[in-house]
Structures are given as structure tokens and as C-alpha cells.
């Protein structure tokens, strides 16, 4: 049976100081103290009667520790009654008495334990673990969130997990379909949603799951790549000097499987022939061989601080990726409009291009030429990342000749996975190393 006492707890208090009192409590040989308001001198306090003496409030004391040793002895009775005492650890006997002697404290304790179990403390959570931009995108469906919660007269601070019902989703879906039409774009806020469920899941805080029945569907979009040929157009064609350099960056990220510019951005440095860097989206480890004529475009723009130098001329990779991208859509035949003012007037090649493009690009080259999808999917960072992807070597050797093979297709029309000796390097293409000089040609003009 565990036991209370009301004990003067003298240690570390200095002669002539008083000391606190403290409810002592003894389960199982063990002991744990909890501190109360009241403090005496030592020479206030009978011991073998658990009183304060020669205390000027020493009755208001006594009643009050009175008081506080039938509580905790009611919390023991009540434990001893229900079965539960043995269980319990000396830990969860002292939480319980604390809990029947603060009670506005407990009732808190207890509604702040409610209040991590309801949907909308458990998104802001999961949305604040990730990167500023990521954190962006998640309260940005929050924020539609809070208007289809008003507009419905519905509280999104108070719902809980089990609140979100298929039918729920559906209404929420078709609220997002008056204002984004486009059914991709409202299936980002459902899988932001969806991601939660699964956290949520994970930390044992609901196991509730609408998405088993309700099911987020992409609609195939127009294309975002380029073919082979159109690459080579636009790898070829005569720019400014303005676009030639931001269609420079686009054909080092198609070079290096389709980077993030955000990570092309802020690479530090070339090891053993390689960038190796933590992917800012997703933090996957990336490591990436990097060809020769990848690094012919490096060393043209190299930065103070970082590999290239785009944070050396933009304020930020968001600017950077800006630039990039208007660049990219002003490349095309241009005639001068009549009258004053020198105006152009640009018929663009791919009026949609985007830096995400190259990305795209390379994964549908890498494919018409007959690379496995695993390969593929292991080169874009879509595989497992478990232990055994990282030590597998041969799976690596595998990217790195999938690499160089759609860069001979696409630079020198050679289907081929050897290293290409360019005769042409003078005019910008760097000379690669090559048992097979003779394979291939020129570069593609």
C-alpha cells in the first residue's frame, strides 16, 4: 500500500532559512517528493507529528497541509479501489495527485492533451517541420482551409480528425472548383491534407483515414519537356548575351539530371568529379557525376561563395529561377517593330518553358532511349531512400551511364553511353575522355 507524509525537506537550505514542506510519497520502495506552498523554520515543524509549531499562521498551515494529505490519500484509496495502485509507477500515483491538488492546472493539462489531438494543431505542427517554402505551400492550404470552414459555418480550430469525412473532402473539393478549376492544382491541397492524416496516423493521434475511400486522381497535363530535337534547337539557337547565360543554367540542370535550381544555387563544391548535396525539398541525398560538359558551363560561371555564381548576381535562388525563366520564354525570332523606340517583337520558341522543364526533359530522352524505369526513377530521387540504396555502388554506375548516354543523344546524336572526344570543343563544348573518340561527332549545331 503506498503511503503520505508531510515532510520539511532541510537539504541544501542554509542555517536560519526556512525550508519547504513537501508531501513525501513511498510506493514500492520507492520515493518522490512533491513541493507545496509553505515554508517554516526547522525549529516550526514537529517531525513526529507532522505539524508546524511557533508558527504565527501555524493553524492556517496545518489546515492546509491537512488538506492536501487527504487529498493525496483519497487519490491512493480511489487507485486502491478501482484495482489499479499495484499497476501504477510511482510517476503516475505523484502526476495524480498533483492533478487532484491543482485541479485548474489538471483541467488545462487535460485540454491541451484534446487540443493536440484536433486537426488544426496537428497541421500547423507538421507544416512548421518543414522548409520556409514547403511551410508556405501547407498554410496556404490552411488558408483555404479557414474560408471553406467559414463559409460552412464550421469552427476548424475545434474539429477533430474524425470530423473529416469522405463527404467532407468532396464538399471541400468542389468549394476549391469555384475559384481553381483546374483539378491538379486543388489535388495539391488534398494530398497537403492527406500528408497530415499520415503524420497523424504515424504518432498515434487519430486512426481515422477518409482517403481510403475518397481518392485524390491526377489529370494528365500537357507536356513539360522538350524532345531531342527541340533541345538541340534550343541548346543552338543565336541569343543575347542576357539569355545565352540563363540558357546556360537551364543546360547545366538538364546536364545534371534535372537539380532543383534552388540546389543548383547553393552547391558548395565539386568532390571526386561529383556534387553531393541534400535535396531542399525533399532532404534525399543526391550525388551526381559531373560531365564534362557540365563542367565546362561551371567554370564559366563560378561563384565567390558558392559553385556558380547566382547568388552572386541575384538577391535570392526565387530571383534567380525569375530570371531564368523569363529568359527562357523570350528565346525565339525576333523582328524590330516599326516606328520609334527600338521595340522587339519575340515569337517565343516554347512560350511555356520553365526550368522544371529540364527536369522533365531528361527523364523522357532517358526513357526513348531504353533506360529502365528503375534506373530513371532512382536518377530523380524516386526511389527508396533506404540503407541499402545508399551503399548500392552499382545502382550509381547505372545513373552515372544514363547520364552520359542521354547527353551523346542529345549533344552528338550517338546512342551510346561512352565518353564523347567533341571536335568541336572550340566552339564552347568541353572535350570528354573517351576510349571511343572516334564515336562521335560534333556537337549538334
Not at 207 to 229: E, H, M, N
Request: glycine share 4%; hydrophobic share 35%.
Amino acid at each position: 500500500m503506498a503511503t503520505t507524509k508531510i515532510y520539511l525537506d532541510t537539504r541544501a537550505v542554509k542555517p536560519g532559512v526556512p525550508a519547504r514542506l513537501k508531501l513525501s510519497i513511498n510506493h514500492k520502495n520507492s520515493k518522490t517528493l512533491i513541493p507545496l506552498e509553505a515554508k517554516v523554520l526547522p525549529s516550526q515543524w514537529d517531525g513526529n507529528k507532522g505539524k508546524v509549531i511557533k508558527h504565527p499562521d501555524y493553524k492556517n498551515l496545518n489546515v492546509y497541509l491537512s488538506c492536501v494529505k487527504a487529498k493525496a490519500d483519497a487519490v491512493l484509496m480511489q487507485l486502491a479501489n478501482e484495482g489499479h495502485l499495484d499497476a501504477c509507477t510511482i510517476s503516475e500515483i505523484k502526476q495524480d495527485i498533483i492533478d487532484s491538488l491543482n485541479p485548474k492546472v489538471a483541467e488545462q493539462r487535460v485540454q491541451e492533451k484534446v487540443d493536440k489531438k484536433k486537426f488544426s494543431y496537428q497541421y500547423k505542427e507538421f507544416a512548421n517541420k518543414h522548409s520556409e517554402n514547403t511551410m508556405k505551400i501547407y498554410m496556404h492550404t490552411y488558408s483555404r482551409l479557414m474560408a471553406f470552414a467559414k463559409e460552412n459555418g464550421i469552427n476548424l480550430e475545434t474539429i477533430m480528425f474524425e470530423d473529416i469525412t469522405r463527404e467532407w473532402l468532396s464538399n471541400f473539393d468542389s468549394y476549391l472548383a469555384k475559384t481553381s478549376p483546374s483539378q491538379n492544382a486543388r489535388n495539391v491541397h488534398l494530398r497537403n491534407i492527406r500528408a497530415v492524416f499520415n503524420e497523424a496516423i504515424s504518432n498515434e493521434v487519430t486512426t481515422a483515414y477518409p482517403f481510403r475511400r475518397f481518392k485524390i486522381k491526377p489529370v494528365a497535363t500537357r507536356k513539360r519537356s522538350l524532345s531531342v530535337d527541340e533541345l538541340r534547337t534550343l541548346f543552338n539557337y543565336p541569343v543575347q548575351e542576357y539569355a545565352r547565360i540563363h540558357r546556360d543554367m537551364f543546360k547545366l540542370i538538364f546536364m545534371l539530371i534535372g537539380i532543383n535550381a534552388v540546389d543548383l544555387c547553393h552547391l558548395k563544391e565539386i568532390v571526386n568529379g561529383r556534387i553531393e548535396y541534400s535535396r531542399a525539398k525533399t532532404h534525399r541525398l543526391y550525388s551526381i557525376k559531373v560531365e564534362p560538359e557540365a563542367m565546362e558551363i561551371i567554370n564559366r560561371y563560378k561563384g565567390q561563395d558558392w559553385l556558380i555564381n547566382a547568388l552572386d548576381r541575384y538577391t535570392s535562388h526565387q530571383d534567380f529561377i525569375k530570371h531564368i525563366n523569363k529568359a527562357l520564354k523570350k528565346i525565339g525570332p525576333m523582328r524590330r517593330l516599326a516606328g520609334r523606340g527600338g521595340k522587339w517583337d519575340i515569337e517565343p520558341l516554347f512560350p511555356e518553358i520553365s526550368t522544371y522543364w529540364a527536369r522533365h526533359s531528361w527523364a523522357t530522352i532517358a526513357a526513348s532511349l531504353d533506360i529502365p524505369k528503375d534506373t530513371i526513377a532512382h536518377a530523380l530521387g524516386h526511389g527508396n531512400s533506404t540503407v541499402t540504396d545508399i551503399y548500392i555502388d552499382f545502382d550509381q554506375d547505372k545513373v552515372d551511364k544514363a547520364n552520359r548516354k542521354v547527353l551523346n543523344w542529345v549533344l552528338y546524336k550517338k546512342k551510346s553511353a561512352s565518353y564523347c572526344v567533341s571536335k568541336g570543343a572550340s566552339k564552347g563544348v568541353s572535350r570528354g575522355v573517351s576510349q571511343t573518340a572516334s564515336s562521335c561527332a560534333s556537337p549538334i549545331e
